[in-house]
């Protein structure tokens, strides 16, 4: 072949692809205006149902999860649709059948991916939180505040937003500190061995009553118990519920204020709360002690 004939056969085959491109402009056209329109509804659709969903069952986080796994949906419909209607059908076709072939490929390359989502799905149903619940899942504590497709967001007390996969919200312990809305703290006071401990407890329990934060009813009681006879002190264990749906700081504050009036009772009672008592002994027969006490202090 000469030149001159390749040189010719190059030009035909640009023609005509141009002439093939220009006479499916149309078809592109449509298809492109498709997926503008197959977006738009999508996302009507998707706030639509988020918005229906979260009227029926005032849940946030599962009207926001299906309402974004919807417009999703209608999304690759819309793609699929403008594919065949651009005239690139076999490309949809194609598309749709390397995915079948590949299932177990894309399988194990996005493994982490389809098990946060299929994780997502569940707990969008069936979960141990609700939005502003506090949860400590494994040894991330905070408020919850999103579920998504792929993570759930927490708010740590301390500022920081951590996104953990919804696989590992499933499979690790999740600990609710608000579902019912109750917490038990705790915190030891020692009294010094002569005090009488019964009416120690006593006037414990008439301090934890005057703190209008701390609940006592029939199910959430207040008790105080010895806990330990230690060096110096009779140890004395307070244990007091809290209302938690402001968890932690007004939980923390309701503790500070315990702890607060339960020291100031109990002085103003009489009752002593000494220190460690340190006791120094004296071996090898030595009989004075080598520094004063004036040296002690110093040092």
Same mark, same amino acid.
């Given at each position: 072949?000469?030149?001159?004939?390749?040189?010719?056969?190059?030009?035909?085959?640009?023609?005509?692809?141009?002439?093939?491109?220009?006479?499916?402009?149309?078809?592109?056209?449509?298809?492109?205006?498709?997926?503008?329109?197959?977006?738009?509804?999508?996302?009507?659709?998707?706030?639509?149902?988020?918005?229906?969903?979260?009227?029926?069952?005032?849940?946030?986080?599962?009207?926001?999860?299906?309402?974004?796994?919807?417009?999703?949906?209608?999304?690759?419909?819309?793609?699929?649709?403008?594919?065949?209607?651009?005239?690139?059908?076999?490309?949809?076709?194609?598309?749709?059948?390397?995915?079948?072939?590949?299932?177990?490929?894309?399988?194990?390359?996005?493994?982490?991916?389809?098990?946060?989502?299929?994780?997502?799905?569940?707990?969008?149903?069936?979960?141990?939180?609700?939005?502003?619940?506090?949860?400590?899942?494994?040894?991330? $504590?905070?408020? &919850?505040? =999103?579920? @998504?497709? !792929?993570?759930?967001? /927490?708010? +740590?007390?301390?500022?920081?937003?951590?996104?953990?996969?919804?696989?590992?919200?499933?499979?690790?312990p999740v600990t609710n500190y608000t579902e019912d809305g109750f917490f038990r703290w705790d915190f030891i006071i020692g009294i010094a061995y002569e005090d009488n401990i019964e009416g120690a407890k006593e006037t414990v329990l008439q301090a934890l009553a005057k703190e209008p934060n701390v609940i006592n009813d029939e199910i959430h009681e207040n008790f105080v118990i010895e806990d330990e006879l230690?060096?110096?002190?009779?140890?004395?264990?307070? $244990?007091?519920? &809290?209302? =938690?749906? @402001?968890? !932690?700081?007004?939980? /923390?504050? +309701?503790?500070?204020?315990?702890?607060?009036?339960?020291?100031?009772?109990?002085?103003?009672?009489?009752?002593?709360?000494?220190?460690?008592?340190?006791?120094?002994?004296?071996?090898?027969?030595?009989?004075?002690?080598?520094?004063?006490?004036?040296?002690?202090?110093?040092?």
């Open positions: 072949m000469s030149l001159q004939n390749t040189k010719t056969s190059v030009t035909e085959a640009f023609q005509n692809s141009v002439s093939n491109f220009i006479d499916q402009l149309p078809q592109i056209a449509m298809g492109i205006l498709i997926v503008v329109l197959g977006i738009l509804i999508a996302g009507w659709i998707g706030k639509f149902a988020r918005r229906r969903i979260s009227a029926r069952t005032e849940d946030p986080l599962m009207s926001k999860f299906l309402g974004t796994a919807i417009r999703y949906t209608f999304i690759i419909i819309a793609i699929m649709l403008a594919l065949r209607a651009a005239g690139l059908g076999g490309i949809a076709a194609g598309i749709l059948t390397a995915a079948g072939a590949s299932a177990v490929v894309l399988g194990f390359a996005f493994k982490d991916i389809g098990e946060n989502f299929i994780a997502g799905i569940i707990l969008a149903f069936n979960r141990p939180f609700d939005v502003d619940d506090t949860v400590e899942i494994g040894s991330n $504590f905070g408020k &919850v505040k =999103t579920l @998504d497709l !792929r993570y759930t967001k /927490l708010k +740590t007390f301390d500022g920081k937003d951590v996104y953990i996969p919804n696989s590992d919200v499933l499979t690790e230690a060096t110096s002190t009779v140890n004395l264990k307070v $244990f007091f519920w &809290v209302d =938690t749906k @402001d968890f !932690r700081k007004q939980a /923390l504050i +309701t503790k500070g204020n315990v702890v607060r009036n339960v020291k100031e009772a109990l002085e103003d009672a009489g009752y002593y709360m000494p220190a460690d008592i340190q006791e120094i002994k004296l071996y090898g027969g030595v009989k004075e002690f080598p520094l004063s006490l004036r040296q002690l202090a110093d040092k």
